[in-house]
C-alpha cells in the first residue's frame, strides 16, 4: 500500500528527492513519516509531516538538510534530500500512523528504497 522510490548511488553533497505513493487506500488523512535503517544499525527517525503538511519534524542528524512535504491529491509524500552525507546512507522507508500524536507508533509501512551516499 505505500511504496518508497527515488534511492540511488549519490557522491556526497549531492541531492536526492524519495517518493512515496499510496496506493489500495487513502492516507491523505495520516500523518506520515520517515525512517531509515543503516547496515549494522537500528532503524532510526528521519522526518515526519502532518496530515495537512502544515507541521513537520525532523531528527537532528536530518534538519536544514531535508525536507519533507505531501500532496494529498495525489496520495504522495516526497522527502527532499540535499547536501548528503556517506552517514546517510541507508534504506529508508515511508510510514503512516492513524493516530496525530508525534511519538505514536506507525501503523503502516512501505517497502524501502536503498540510498547510498560515496565517491
Known amino acids: 500500500q505505500l511504496q518508497a522510490s527515488g534511492g540511488g548511488l549519490v557522491q556526497p553533497g549531492g541531492s536526492l528527492r524519495l517518493s512515496c505513493a499510496a496506493s489500495?487506500?487513502?492516507?491523505?488523512?495520516?500523518?506520515m513519516g520517515w525512517f531509515r535503517q543503516a547496515p549494522g544499525k537500528e532503524r532510526e527517525f528521519v522526518a515526519c509531516?502532518?496530515?495537512?503538511?502544515?507541521?513537520?519534524y525532523y531528527a537532528d542528524s536530518v534538519k536544514g538538510r531535508f525536507t519533507a512535504s505531501r500532496d494529498n491529491a495525489k496520495n504522495t509524500v516526497w522527502l527532499q534530500m540535499n547536501n548528503l552525507k556517506p552517514e546517510d546512507t541507508a534504506v529508508y522507508y515511508c510510514?503512516?500512523?492513524?493516530?496525530?500524536?508525534?511519538?505514536?507508533?506507525?501503523?503502516?509501512w512501505g517497502q524501502g528504497t536503498l540510498v547510498t551516499v560515496s565517491s
Open positions: 509531516i502532518t496530515w495537512s503538511g502544515d507541521s513537520t
Open positions: 489500495g487506500r487513502t492516507f491523505s488523512n495520516y500523518p
Open positions: 510510514a503512516a500512523r492513524r493516530s496525530t500524536v508525534v511519538g505514536d507508533p506507525y501503523d503502516y
